[in-house]
């Protein structure tokens, strides 16, 4: 049989990688080693976070399934960040991990071209640096031009209760381990990563009185376009580690797989191991403990990862407020599995040594349900392209999350599992949750992943952001509107408001003033979207902010978008130090821009890069010659 586009793994890589490519109208194949798997939770039961959420939203924007599954399957939502500004606003949504499993399945079932096919990978295959197919274990041999590789923690994944470990790509599931052979023959490097997971708690032996209780936000907007108003069923609680806890992993901290005197590799270190927190960390007399619930009889505690025996775990659990009597359900265990390093895919997270395979997920060294989901879209959509005949398509910083994490992963590497977060975004303020379908609505129009609701609701929502710019433009507030309005809601400064009148925009940029408090006297706002509220307050309150970074954009987008040459001889450029010729041989960048982020490569020697392009421009007679394909 032959495919334009084959996916290896069920997760939520390859589900988005294999619902994209088939969304592009590619005839595409989903392989994994379950069918009743696909979509599976294999950590916390929930989506978003700071800079995940806008992940998720991204996800949504280019028509992918994510967003659906989480907001479909939410048991609770919330609002993160708020305080902070909408650089940092996001979205979480605790989710019912079984109605999820079920929805992903459903999705992929029913998605046009999309063929699902149990059974295990055991060897790539590529002719003279280009893809030929995928051979299964059973003997099965399978015919493609695009190969998409996802797997998460499966690929030859090892799971540690303390010292005792056995071979799983999770609980009960056994691992991936055939093709790093495969990938290592063909010239990919493979290293080792780790990570670990909470126990879960029998709920009806939890006891939440005098805990701090969580509610859901019925504020929250949902991730997604296609989904309604939040669902708030349950409450989460919030306790706390103690010092008689820590002890006891400190006495028994050896017993940990993390500690142990022949540790795995590297974990992550923005989702710390209980271990980790207690060791590096010693001043802090507690941490937070967030009780959720997950499905209606166990609890996930989240803040505690943890590869310690699970005797320690239950004699850790028994000394917090509220499970004195908690019986753990299903211990924590640690994970170390395979990765592929990512400095050896272009930022459409295509092969740079055959043509037609990429890599998505955790395969590339992140971790987290969000960065592993944007990632196979991503690979779906450029192995569709791959597969069409079509140029490929590349997302810059300044353009999505999704681009920046690209970025990052391809020209830097990863050293442990890699963590979105809205601080490695130059562009944040830019990169908002709630613009995410703006930023992002046009490219997939062109890519053909917009469907015709999302469509339909994008075009509403930019009609709202337009009128209501209109609107807040014209209307002019007197001085006993202004003075009206200031008795009424909690606004700050009232006795330094202007005695004359006043834009209703000039108005809405003080911090305290929210577009919602001008309802009653500007009707005409409640003709349009309210999908366009928050936007539109955003783009008028922060103005100038936004107008600045779009100039220091366009300001770097010369050196950013200035394109190397494929096969130029980083040798022969005059004035690179050895170290640099080193690191962009190795690399290869395809921009001054990633060139200028690579560590080891100085001032000096990027200077003396752009000058040495520079001249090759003018002497090429025309600077498309070079220009960047990060467009």
């Known amino acids: 049989m032959v495919y334009d586009v084959i996916v290896v793994g069920g997760g939520h890589a390859g589900?988005?990688?294999?619902?994209?490519?088939?969304?592009?109208?590619?005839?595409?194949?989903?392989?994994?080693?379950?069918?009743?798997t696909i979509g599976a939770l294999s950590c916390n039961p929930a989506f978003g976070g700071p800079a995940k959420g806008g992940l998720v939203r991204e996800v949504d924007a280019l028509g992918g399934y994510a967003?659906?599954?989480?907001?479909?399957?939410?048991?609770?939502?919330?609002?993160?960040?708020?305080?902070?500004?909408p650089a940092a606003r996001a979205t979480r949504n605790l989710v019912d991990r079984t109605a999820y499993n079920e929805l992903a399945k459903e999705f992929v079932g029913q998605c046009p071209g999309l063929t699902l096919l149990e059974g295990e990978a055991k060897n790539?295959?590529?002719?003279?640096?280009?893809?030929?197919?995928?051979?299964?274990?059973?003997g099965r041999t399978l015919k493609t031009g695009s190969l998409v590789l996802t797997g998460g923690t499966f690929w030859n994944g090892r799971i540690y209760h303390g010292l005792a470990s056995q071979p799983g790509g999770r609980v009960g599931e056994g691992p991936a381990t055939h093709l790093k052979a495969s990938l290592e023959s063909l010239g990919h490097r493979v290293g080792r990563l780790s990570t670990s997971t909470a126990p879960r708690l029998l709920a009806k032996t939890v006891d939440t009185r005098g805990l701090e209780e969580q509610a859901g936000d019925p504020k929250a907007r949902p991730f997604s376009a296609l989904s309604g108003p939040p669902k708030n069923l349950v409450s989460c609680f919030l306790t706390w580690t103690n010092p008689k806890a820590h002890q006891i992993v400190r006495d028994n901290i050896k017993s940990s797989i993390i500690y142990a005197d022949n540790p795995v590799s590297s974990g992550p270190r923005y989702c710390p191991s209980l271990e980790d927190k207690i060791h590096h960390f010693p001043h802090r007399e507690r941490h937070m403990v967030f009780l959720e619930p997950d499905g209606p009889e166990l609890?996930?505690?989240?803040?505690l990862p943890t590869g310690l025996a699970p005797a320690?775990?239950?004699?850790?659990?028994?000394?917090?407020?509220?499970?004195?009597?908690?019986?753990?359900?299903?211990?924590?265990?640690?994970?170390?599995?395979?990765?592929?390093?990512?400095?050896?895919?272009?930022?459409?997270?295509?092969?740079?040594?055959?043509?037609?395979l990429f890599l998505a997920g955790q395969i590339n060294g992140t971790s987290g349900y969000e960065e592993a989901g944007s990632q196979g879209l991503w690979a779906g959509v450029g192995a569709a392209l791959r597969s069409s005949g079509s140029e490929p398509f590349y997302l810059r910083r300044d353009q999505a999350l999704l681009g920046v994490m690209l970025d990052d992963l391809t020209v830097l590497g990863v050293e442990e599992p890699y963590r979105v977060f809205t601080s490695r975004a130059e562009w944040r303020l830019l990169l908002r949750e709630d613009n995410a379908d703006s930023r992002l609505g046009e490219i997939a129009e062109n890519l053909g992943l917009l469907d015709p609701v999302r469509r339909s609701v994008l075009t509403k929502k930019r009609a709202g952001i337009r009128a209501g710019h209109l609107i807040l433009g014209q209307t002019w507030f007197p001085p006993e509107r202004i003075q009206d309005i200031a008795r009424q809601y909690p606004i700050e400064d009232k006795d330094r408001l202007t005695e004359g009148p006043m834009l209703a925009a000039d108005f809405l940029k003080r911090p305290s003033v929210k577009l919602e408090y001008f309802f009653s006297s500007v009707p005409?706002?409640?003709?349009?979207?309210?999908?366009?509220?928050?936007?539109l307050e955003t783009e008028i309150k922060f103005a100038g902010y936004l107008a600045r970074q779009e100039k220091a954009i366009k300001k770097l987008a010369t050196q950013e978008n200035q394109g190397l040459p494929r096969e130029l001889d980083f040798r022969g450029v005059p004035g690179l130090s050895r170290e640099a010729v080193e690191i962009l041989s190795r690399t290869r960048p395809l921009t001054l821009g990633q060139a200028s982020r690579l560590r080891g490569v100085t001032p000096a020697s990027l200077s003396a890069l752009a000058i040495f392009v520079h001249k090759l421009t003018a002497k090429a007679g025309q600077s498309s010659a070079l220009t960047s394909p990060l467009t």
């Open 524 to 535: 005409e706002l409640a003709t349009i979207d309210p999908a366009a509220y928050l936007t």
């Open 124 to 138: 790539i295959l590529a002719t003279a640096g280009q893809i030929q197919g995928l051979e299964l274990v059973d």
């Open 312 to 356: 320690t775990q239950q004699a850790f659990i028994n000394c917090l407020a509220g499970l004195e009597k908690t019986v753990i359900a299903r211990p924590g265990y640690a994970i170390e599995y395979d990765y592929s390093d990512p400095t050896l895919l272009a930022p459409t997270l295509e092969s740079l040594l055959v043509k037609g």
């Open 67 to 85: 967003g659906v599954g989480a907001d479909r399957a939410a048991t609770q939502c919330r609002i993160l960040g708020e305080k902070k500004g």
């Open 15 to 36: 589900i988005e990688a294999a619902l994209a490519a088939a969304r592009c109208g590619q005839k595409t194949l989903l392989v994994t080693q379950r069918l009743a």
């Open 299 to 303: 609890i996930y505690p989240g803040g």
